[in-house]
């Protein structure tokens, strides 16, 4: 059995969502807030029009695009999107985590669309991307958040494509660049790598995708929280900061913080480069041993922020599904006792593993500090499971 690491983690929070805060981050950051004010008067309302702004700036977005802020963080966005547009032509679906799955269902059971294409695999591999089709709609998460794989770019989308492409992009945006010139609809949530408040989703229209909204009216019904369009026209409101339903004005003040954060420490260029900084420390951990590797073997489309481990030990491999999730379990929880790290287990879908969050408001000195934890607690819930049968 290893003894216990001598240099601590500062900061145990390594959850998928809601994610770690920005270094520096209290409370008392948030002193502005318009705490009991109404979201439609003008001084709040000019704080979430602030958010949209920011957002376009730090993140290259460009001027003729649409940026909302939508109730029920990234899902919300991405629902709303989905019931609001698709229908329109054949659907082309990549799915191989939780949450795409999920879309997929969206579409096949309850739009219940006919012409729909199922690029599906399992957890830990990218669908092959050159057999989606050209004419259709193309719906994907840019990183399977509780799979740790991501598609590599956005070279696979055709320049000439006739269908829209629908972005999934929460555990990627402020991590990895992205191409908007190939995207129709993206969204994310402030939670993810800005390492804000959960709740708040972002919604992001190209002028093929207003095109869409306003010519095209879905054969089912919407909840008002979906409804982007009246009488055939997009509602220009919610996306100059009057949005759908009542935001926490305190949310947006945080992720004011957050994207001020960004600003502050160099933008877009230096949020991507933390990520793969952070990324870096597990990878020359994996190296190094020999019983740990990860979930998605090829490095090509391998995460930098949702990072998904599997325990490559024939000790543990042997142990059925149920046995290996419970040697997780105690893992974490201690862990979790020891304040190294809490939340690192693997997602309730996915192969039994970890799961750790690298994107940017993670410290590299904190990762370099937990992996050899990780190490310990492992050999240590080993050689008492060791010990137990053989007693």
Request: proline content about 4%.
């Given at each position: 059995m290893l003894d216990k690491p001598a240099i601590r983690t500062k900061n145990p929070n390594f959850s998928c969502g809601p994610c770690t805060k920005r270094p520096g981050w209290s409370l008392e950051n948030l002193s502005g807030v318009p705490a009991g004010r109404s979201h439609r008067a003008s001084g709040p309302k000019g704080k979430l029009k602030d958010v949209i702004e920011n957002h376009r700036a730090l993140l290259g977005i460009p001027a003729d695009y649409k940026i909302g802020i939508m109730p029920a963080s990234d899902t919300g966005a991405f629902e709303a999107a989905m019931w609001s547009m698709l229908g329109a032509r054949p659907v082309d679906v990549l799915a191989w985590?939780?949450?795409?799955?999920?879309?997929?269902?969206?579409?096949?059971?309850h739009l219940k669309l006919d012409d729909v294409k199922q690029h599906h695999t399992d957890f830990g591999v990218l669908p092959d991307l050159s057999k989606v089709r050209e004419h259709s709609d193309?719906?994907?998460?840019?990183?399977?958040?509780?799979?740790?794989?991501c598609v590599p770019n956005g070279d696979w989308i055709a320049d000439d494509r006739e269908g829209l492409i629908?972005?999934?992009?929460?555990?990627?945006?402020?991590?990895?660049?992205?191409?908007?010139?190939?995207?129709?609809?993206?969204?994310?949530?402030w939670q993810k790598v800005l390492g804000s408040?959960?709740?708040?989703?972002?919604?992001?229209?190209?002028?093929?995708?207003?095109?869409?909204l306003e010519s095209y009216t879905p054969p089912w019904p919407l909840p008002k929280i979906f409804r982007l369009t009246n009488n055939g026209k997009l509602i220009n409101g919610i996306f100059e900061g009057a949005t759908i339903n009542t935001p926490s004005m305190l949310a947006v003040e945080d992720v004011l913080d957050s994207l001020g954060w960004i600003n502050n420490i160099g933008g877009l260029r230096t949020t991507m480069a933390r990520a793969q900084e952070n990324a870096k420390v597990i990878d020359n951990f994996v190296a190094k041993h020999e019983w740990i590797e990860y979930l998605a073997a090829d490095e090509a489309s391998r995460s930098i922020t949702s990072i998904c481990?599997?325990?490559?030990?024939?000790?543990?491999?042997?142990r059925s599904e149920e046995d290996q999730g419970a040697v997780i379990g105690t893992l974490c929880k201690l862990l979790e006792?020891?304040?190294?790290?809490?939340?690192?287990?693997?997602?309730?879908?996915?192969?039994?593993g970890l799961r750790i969050w690298c994107g940017s408001t993670v410290q590299a000195a904190d990762l370099e500090a937990l992996m050899p934890w990780i190490d310990w607690a492992y050999h240590t819930v080993k050689a008492e499971?060791?010990?137990?049968a053989a007693a």
């Open positions: 985590e939780s949450f795409s799955c999920d879309w997929l269902v969206d579409i096949t059971e193309i719906v994907f998460a840019w990183n399977g958040t509780t799979s740790g794989v629908f972005c999934d992009a929460t555990s990627a945006v402020f991590a990895y660049d992205m191409p908007w010139d190939k995207l129709d609809i993206t969204t994310w949530s408040e959960a709740a708040h989703g972002m919604l992001v229209l190209s002028p093929r995708a207003v095109e869409r481990l599997n325990i490559a030990d024939e000790w543990f491999t042997a006792t020891e304040k190294i790290a809490y939340d690192i287990k693997g997602y309730r879908d996915a192969p039994p499971e060791q010990r137990k």
